[in-house]
């Protein structure tokens, strides 16, 4: 089955993926000084309407907006999509728009590459960022834009038959942010994490350079969490954390575990 973004748009995995790419992006912007050139190999449509039933009253319906918060990443996604008194009716970001908006933010020049194998999403894409490159088939390692990327994100629809092109995709990006769902194990009302994710969580913890932070959210369902696997500058691993942490803090969610593990080596280079 064909991936549903306007079922999933501000899901719990949009809570935290997207407050961590707003800290990606910021630091990454702030060590790039020309064109930011980012890449992204699943992109999806630049934002989808939040409709009645849809998995967002699982995820930002959760989240406690009226709070002070602390993280800047945090604030500024909550200010700048999460602002009406009611959510049912607004259109939530893609990762694309988030990235552009960063940019604009802070005026710095930006250079999309963005892959899609969704007809109706390159189109979606295309409007809206019609001076950028989208391409309507799969993203390949070996593609330029990915590999001078100052920021790659990663972040596919589903793993069963991704997984080594995911692998070989997180070697490349002087940052790098994936998204990676986390699944349960398969005994009914389980809350173990599936023996797949785990090896996935093993794999992912062992690359050069690759910081790692998994959350929890539930204790029950299919999809109990994600694993978000990033390589930045110091700061930027502190921002990201910072950021998914209180985003978990502040959502009603019946679990919330977060567990980091270090990159062996920070590889980050200053900027062009």
Same mark, same amino acid.
């Given at each position: 089955?064909?991936?549903d973004?306007?079922?999933?748009? #501000?899901?719990?995995?949009?809570?935290v993926?997207?407050?961590?790419?707003l800290?990606?992006?910021?630091?990454a912007?702030?060590?790039?000084?020309?064109t930011l =050139?980012?890449? !992204?190999?699943y992109?999806?449509?630049?934002?989808?309407?939040?409709?009645?039933?849809?998995?967002?009253?699982s995820? *930002?319906?959760?989240?406690?907006?009226s709070a002070?918060v602390?993280?800047?990443?945090?604030?500024?996604?909550i200010?700048?999509?999460?602002?009406?008194p009611q959510?049912? #009716?607004?259109?939530?970001?893609?990762?694309?728009?988030i990235?552009?908006?960063?940019a604009?933010?802070v005026?710095k020049?930006l250079?999309?590459?963005l892959w899609? *194998?969704s007809?109706?999403?390159?189109? !979606?894409?295309?409007?809206v960022?019609p001076?950028?490159?989208v391409?309507?088939?799969?993203?390949?390692?070996?593609?330029?834009a990915?590999?001078?990327?100052?920021?790659?994100? *990663?972040?596919?629809?589903?793993?069963?038959?991704?997984?080594?092109?995911?692998?070989?995709l997180?070697?490349?990006?002087?940052?790098?942010?994936?998204w990676?769902?986390?699944n349960?194990?398969?005994?009914p009302g389980?809350?173990?994490?599936?023996?797949?994710?785990?090896?996935?969580f093993?794999?992912?913890?062992?690359?050069p350079s690759?910081?790692?932070?998994?959350?929890?959210?539930?204790?029950?369902?299919?999809? *109990? #969490?994600?694993?978000?696997?990033?390589?930045s500058?110091?700061? #930027?691993?502190?921002?990201? =954390?910072a950021?998914?942490?209180e985003?978990?803090?502040?959502?009603?969610?019946? =679990?919330?575990?977060i567990?980091?593990?270090?990159?062996?080596?920070?590889t980050?280079?200053?900027?062009?």
């Amino acid at each position: 089955m064909a991936y549903d973004h306007r079922t999933k748009a #501000g899901n719990q995995g949009d809570v935290v993926k997207h407050v961590a790419l707003l800290a990606a992006i910021r630091h990454a912007l702030n060590l790039t000084r020309s064109t930011l =050139r980012y890449a !992204d190999a699943y992109a999806g449509p630049a934002g989808s309407l939040l409709l009645p039933g849809g998995e967002w009253s699982s995820g *930002i319906g959760k989240l406690n907006r009226s709070a002070q918060v602390e993280s800047v990443d945090v604030g500024r996604w909550i200010r700048w999509y999460l602002a009406r008194p009611q959510l049912v #009716g607004s259109r939530y970001p893609g990762s694309s728009l988030i990235v552009s908006d960063a940019a604009a933010e802070v005026r710095k020049p930006l250079a999309m590459s963005l892959w899609d *194998i969704s007809a109706e999403v390159v189109a !979606d894409l295309q409007q809206v960022f019609p001076n950028h490159t989208v391409m309507h088939s799969s993203v390949d390692a070996s593609a330029e834009a990915i590999r001078v990327a100052d920021l790659l994100f *990663i972040d596919p629809p589903a793993l069963a038959d991704q997984w080594e092109l995911v692998l070989s995709l997180m070697d490349h990006g002087r940052h790098m942010l994936a998204w990676l769902p986390v699944n349960a194990a398969v005994t009914p009302g389980s809350v173990k994490v599936s023996s797949v994710a785990e090896d996935q969580f093993r794999q992912v913890s062992a690359l050069p350079s690759v910081s790692c932070t998994r959350v929890l959210w539930a204790h029950g369902g299919r999809t *109990i #969490g994600c694993l978000l696997a990033y390589r930045s500058t110091t700061e #930027g691993v502190a921002s990201i =954390r910072a950021a998914v942490e209180e985003v978990v803090s502040l959502c009603s969610w019946t =679990r919330k575990e977060i567990e980091h593990i270090d990159a062996d080596v920070e590889t980050v280079q200053p900027g062009r």
